[in-house]
């Protein structure tokens, strides 16, 4: 057999509460107190089911209902608890006093949820992109590129002027060296050449 119903739905009103029927409410809680909800109504002259009575109390008559935004101390609470309860909003509420549980709920689904949801996704972006500056930063063309970038040492200008005006080098003209390969067989120039180099040029360091 399943459950009885509350109360007898015949004849009882729904929809909005009325400014009168809350004042009957907080009347006869404040004098009767609420222990037996289904029994409540008829008692306190009310058309309204049991059910109806409680949660129109919990969430918006009771004194102790706090009011306006919650405080990030009062999210980081809820974040922390679902993490551990689920979606057990009584006994959530419970530690959030002057909160009720319809509230958590509510900002659970609207808010928190959907902020854990982005903070989820960006975080392994957030590690993919400090990973892969970080291979970029340590690669050998990243190396390469901050050599190139930077101005190569300038070559000093009396360079070419020295070589180009030496004696030596007017008077060996191109084709004086190239009879002298072509007499010589090859071997004999290159072995002459080289022993003259260093009376015919004095290069500069770099």
């Not at 058309?47 to 969430?59: A, E, Q, T």
């Not at 102790?64 to 993490?83: M, T, V």
């Not at 530690?95 to 960006?122: M, Q, V």
């Not at 060296?177 to 007499?183: D, I, K």
């Amino acid at each position: 057999m399943g459950r009885a119903p509350c109360c007898e739905k015949m004849g009882l009103k729904k929809g909005p509460w009325t400014a009168e029927e809350d004042l009957i409410l907080i009347n006869f809680i404040n004098h009767n107190g609420h222990g037996n909800w289904r029994a409540l109504p008829k008692r306190a002259g009310l058309l309204r089911c049991g059910k109806s009575c409680r949660l129109r109390w919990m969430n918006y008559l009771r004194p102790d209902i706090k009011r306006g935004n919650f405080s990030r101390e009062e999210e980081a609470i809820i974040i922390n608890l679902h993490q551990e309860l689920g979606n057990r909003w009584s006994v959530i509420a419970s530690r959030l006093p002057g909160r009720t549980d319809n509230e958590i709920k509510n900002i659970w689904h609207t808010h928190l949820k959907k902020r854990l949801c982005k903070r989820s996704r960006a975080e392994p972006e957030a590690r993919n992109e400090s990973t892969s500056d970080e291979d970029a930063t340590n690669s050998p063309m990243h190396s390469f590129s901050e050599v190139s970038s930077e101005n190569p040492p300038e070559m000093d200008d009396s360079f070419w002027s020295e070589v180009l005006s030496g004696d030596d080098f007017v008077t060996d003209s191109p084709l004086r060296l190239s009879e002298s390969v072509n007499e010589d067989g090859g071997m004999d120039f290159w072995y002459n050449l080289f022993n003259r180099a260093d009376d015919i040029l004095d290069l500069p360091d770099f």
